[in-house]
């Protein structure tokens, strides 16, 4: 079994159904059935098989949210040709380091990206693509394939340095899908506002492969524009949309006049890719009358564990695992800790990625093997660091690599965060260790703040609130947090304390 067998629910079965609706810059709107995809991505697919592309081949995607990227995607699962989805935000290098490492045959893509890519880079402009397939042959054009089969290599987020691209097969991507559609009840009848970039796996893996399988109706835009989202919400009336915690902020900040209708027919409003802080989710809840959903997964994993959609939504908790999803929450023994401690989170399951492409070397530091029963898979370690309380529920603690160890004692930077998150005029927080010859590591928190909000206050708030080792060194106050194109701080990236 491979995607096309859960695609072809919808592609060939509901033909005449309207799948897709992408508005230009103007607003107007283009539609495109199910039936049009189909035959769209059959000619993509005897395009890219007259430029040689074979089962296997790496073909990556510099492209932004649009029609054609579907087209391509879909022409590549036709011929089980490993897509490699590229940020469109990246510069030259980033681009040459993910370029060097897929050794992809092409890079399909516009004018305008394509100024981005590496001398010697073979581009594809998809606009000339499309005028090219536009005379070929529309049937179906398929190769056989394993459920092993790579359907992506997605690069990890690079949050503590260079990404490193994660295999995930047709199996992987399918097993997914059906989590996500059992647990979030997911039909036809659905209507799917999508506003994230599709080069990463939370727009993609989530919420294009979950709109292929089950046939419901698809806005594509091209970004979140704040400005302009609720528009959208009234207009086209959605049910569902998967989201960051920065969107959910900006959705706040929408006036109240056109607010209305963000909340008004939704269904299930999903957050992941970050940590939502627990203020905003009361906040939203409060506004629009919708508790999101928050969930956990990974680049290598898909979705992981989730808040139950009929049941608790738990603030500052991503919820229970996902049926066949396996957890261990372990010490620096790897020995499982009791409920209620901190431990890194190991997963395992039928989603979690085959390895890393081309890097064994990863694979060894990121896989244990199983001794719990012969022959199952390996557990992964996700370095994420999260608490199990008695009755399953998950809560996040940060990540391994920030664990800052002071005078002997643990700190956890997300607890500081969190500290910090609730105090007035304090926008964004990020915590991080700094060397010390006495202490081994001292806490330093770096903010962004409003002009008015004062150090000697955030001072004296985390000293009334915290262990005296958990209490900052200092307060930086910087304009924005590194982030990544998803919302994840990058805090390798934060200027060195002391400050030059």
Not at 159 to 186: D, E, F
Not at 225 to 242: G, W, Y
Not at 255 to 276: D, K, Q, W, Y
Not at 466 to 493: C, Y
Request: hydrophobic letters at 45%; charged letters at 20%; proline letters at 6%.
């Amino acid at each position: 079994m491979q995607l096309l067998d859960l695609f072809d629910h919808s592609l060939l079965a509901r033909h005449d159904r309207v799948a897709l609706e992408v508005p230009d810059d103007t607003g107007a709107l283009s539609t495109v059935t199910f039936g049009e995809l189909e035959t769209r991505s059959n000619r993509m697919a005897r395009l890219l098989a007259a430029r040689g592309m074979r089962t296997g081949d790496r073909l990556a995607f510099l492209l932004p949210n649009g029609a054609a990227f579907i087209d391509c995607f879909l022409a590549c699962v036709k011929l089980g040709v490993i897509v490699v989805p590229v940020n469109v935000l990246y510069r030259e290098r980033e681009i040459a380091h993910i370029l060097d490492d897929a050794s992809p045959v092409a890079v399909v893509t516009t004018p305008t990206l394509a100024t981005s890519l590496p001398s010697g880079s073979v581009a594809w402009e998809i606009e000339a693509m499309w005028r090219d397939a536009a005379v070929l042959d529309a049937t179906r054009m398929t190769r056989a394939l394993d459920g092993e089969c790579p359907a992506l290599i997605v690069y990890t987020s690079g949050t503590t340095g260079r990404s490193k691209g994660a295999v995930l097969t047709h199996n992987n991507c399918m097993a997914n899908v059906l989590s996500l559609v059992t647990c979030w009840q997911i039909t036809s009848a659905d209507r799917y506002l999508a506003v994230l970039p599709l080069f990463h796996v939370h727009g993609l893996g989530n919420g294009v492969l979950t709109w292929l399988a089950t046939g419901c109706r698809m806005r594509l835009l091209e970004r979140f524009d704040a400005a302009h989202i609720a528009e959208d919400f009234r207009d086209f009336a959605p049910k569902l949309c998967f989201g960051v915690p920065t969107m959910y902020v900006r959705l706040l900040e929408v006036p109240e006049t056109n607010a209305r209708a963000i909340g008004a027919h939704m269904r299930l409003f999903v957050c992941g890719s970050a940590a939502l802080p627990a203020h905003v989710l009361a906040a939203f809840s409060a506004r629009f009358g919708h508790t999101i959903l928050e969930r956990y997964g990974m680049s290598e994993t898909l979705m992981n564990l989730g808040n139950p959609y009929a049941g608790e939504r738990r603030p500052g908790s991503v919820g229970l695992p996902f049926p066949g999803v396996a957890i261990r929450i372990v010490d620096g023994a790897r020995h499982d800790v009791p409920d209620g401690t901190i431990g890194e989170l190991w997963v395992r399951g039928p989603n979690v990625f085959r390895g890393y492409w081309r890097r064994p070397d990863a694979d060894a530091e990121a896989f244990v093997a199983a001794t719990d029963a012969p022959g199952r898979a390996a557990w992964f370690r996700t370095g994420d660091l999260a608490e199990r309380a008695g009755d399953g529920y998950v809560s996040l603690r940060g990540r391994r690599t920030d664990l800052i160890i002071s005078g002997g004692f643990n700190i956890y930077p997300r607890e500081i965060e969190e500290v910090l998150l609730e105090r007035p005029g304090i926008r964004e927080a990020a915590v991080v260790g700094v060397a010390d010859e006495r202490r081994g590591e001292l806490p330093v928190a770096y903010v962004v703040a409003d002009d008015d909000a004062s150090v000697a206050a955030l001072d004296a708030d985390c000293r009334s609130l915290l262990a005296s080792f958990k209490v900052p060194r200092a307060f930086v106050r910087v304009e924005a947090l590194p982030r990544t194109a998803l919302g994840k701080v990058q805090k390798h990236l934060l200027p060195p304390w002391p400050c030059p």
